[in-house]
């Protein structure tokens, strides 16, 4: 190895090493600068010591630096090994933190590639994904409301001579996902309700159970303003809903309970059963509790709003219905969730339910009404409807003469039991044998 005053002329002149041998100059003004010569190249190195371990680090390819720039690499890395600070370790870091801003900025590239694709969705895109996930779960005439309400139009009828009308939701569906604000939803809902405010309700209702399936997918959640179903404007151009008539027909029971017996829930599903059953208000029925049940005389006893108290028939299917139930606190019809220990809100799950059976909106106090509508099929006594039910007597011989046994109410009750039930397609209980063996109701 010799010491000499490196110069570009002299690094020219220096003839390769023999193959597989390597030759060291080293130069005298830039202590640990020095030239490595091998058969097939010359470069500058800088060797150092740091606390006592030698180290040898390549600066460049002399055909790529200068004397001088060499000189100044030596000299920087000689300061950083007189600081304690490893040269290698410095220059890993360096390389990472390079690494790290161009992953950094690849990403911010991706991410902004995805904004501007997903800015670009329309909804029929998410509308299309999101009818052949659900049609599973869906009744044939839920899956066609949907279908129907989206159809594009301008196609001819297949009744009677001209184009097919858009669907109330075709407005909706040439839109992106970023352009359903309130002020949009609400003037799309003045203009359906002009000349269509009942299929505007419905299709309201549809598409915001869409908007719901979509905050639960990764591709499409997010997209859609939050209030755009809840916002004033919206509210005050929604039609109102005339929820006064409305009950289950005969031909509707046997979809009715297939769907609500499917309910996972089972105190639910337990619990509109009974209300349609025994036609109490709801909340006489979610306040139930289980010293009010008596199984050995088939009664109930029901906190009512007028008389205070009333005792109706423990019919036989509502006993079999109770009986399964978990005795988890007072409760008949309890819930670990709630504050209150017993049911609050079942009204998720019935709509859920009559979305699956394709059967029209209906409320928990219409329940209650499809009682007393279902009762003039087995010609029930008026006066014993209301007294099952609840209602104020009408009459001067109600309100004075008329206190029927629960006997006499029992012997009706347990007939339009059967009779709904049979309309249901289902069985009823034998009245003496509690929840046990079963029998067709004729």
């Not at 044939?140 to 989206?150: A, T, V």
């Not at 939701?169 to 996902?177: C, K, N, Q, V």
């Not at 151009?237 to 009950?247: E, Y």
């Not at 996972?264 to 509790?289: D, F, H, K, M």
């Amino acid at each position: 190895m010799a010491t000499i005053r490196l110069a570009a002329g002299r690094i020219r002149e220096i003839e390769p090493a023999p193959k597989g041998a390597q030759i060291f100059l080293w130069d005298v003004d830039a202590p640990g600068l020095g030239v490595r010569v091998t058969s097939g190249s010359k470069a500058f190195i800088f060797e150092g010591r740091l606390e006592g371990r030698r180290m040898r680090i390549t600066i460049g390819d002399v055909r790529a630096l200068g004397i001088d720039e060499a000189r100044h690499q030596a000299r920087r890395l000689q300061n950083l090994i007189d600081q304690g600070i490893d040269p290698r370790d410095q220059k890993a870091e360096q390389i990472a933190e390079v690494a790290a801003k161009k992953a950094e900025a690849k990403r911010q590239a991706q991410a902004k590639e995805t904004a501007a694709i997903r800015q670009a969705l329309i909804v029929a895109d998410g509308w299309k994904v999101y009818i052949e996930d659900r049609k599973p779960y869906w009744g044939e005439r839920h899956y066609r409301d949907h279908l129907n309400l989206s159809q594009p139009g301008g196609e001819p009828k297949k009744r009677g001579a001209g184009l097919s009308v858009p669907g109330s939701l075709s407005p909706l569906l040439a839109l992106r996902f970023v352009d359903l604000t309130p002020e949009r939803i609400a003037s799309w809902l003045m203009t359906e309700t002009i000349t269509r405010a009942t299929q505007a309700r419905l299709a309201f209702g549809l598409f915001k159970t869409f908007a719901v399936w979509c905050e639960e997918q990764a591709d499409f959640r997010g997209l859609i303003h939050p209030d755009a179903f809840t916002g004033r404007s919206v509210r005050d151009a929604l039609p109102s809903k005339n929820a006064k008539d409305d009950v289950l027909q005969k031909e509707q029971l046997k979809a009715w309970f297939a769907a609500v017996r499917q309910i996972s829930n089972p105190v639910i599903s337990a619990y509109l059963q009974t209300l349609l059953l025994t036609g109490a208000r709801r909340n006489e029925i979610t306040t139930l509790t289980w010293a009010n049940v008596d199984f050995q005389w088939g009664s109930l006893t029901i906190r009512d709003k007028v008389e205070g108290v009333r005792i109706i028939p423990l019919t036989p299917y509502v006993a079999s219905l109770l009986a399964a139930l978990p005795r988890r606190n007072e409760w008949v019809f309890s819930s670990l969730s709630a504050k209150s220990g017993h049911l609050q809100e079942p009204r998720i799950p019935h709509n859920r339910a009559l979305a699956t059976a394709a059967l029209p909106p209906l409320t928990l106090h219409g329940l209650r009404r499809s009682f007393g509508t279902l009762s003039e099929w087995v010609e029930m006594p008026v006066g014993i409807v209301a007294q099952i039910q609840g209602h104020k007597p009408s009459a001067t011989a109600e309100k004075h003469y008329r206190r029927r046994p629960l006997d006499l109410l029992r012997q009706w009750h347990t007939k339009l039991e059967g009779w709904i039930l049979d309309q249901a397609d289902m069985y009823q209980p034998g009245e003496s044998q509690d929840a046990a063996p079963l029998r067709r109701v004729k």
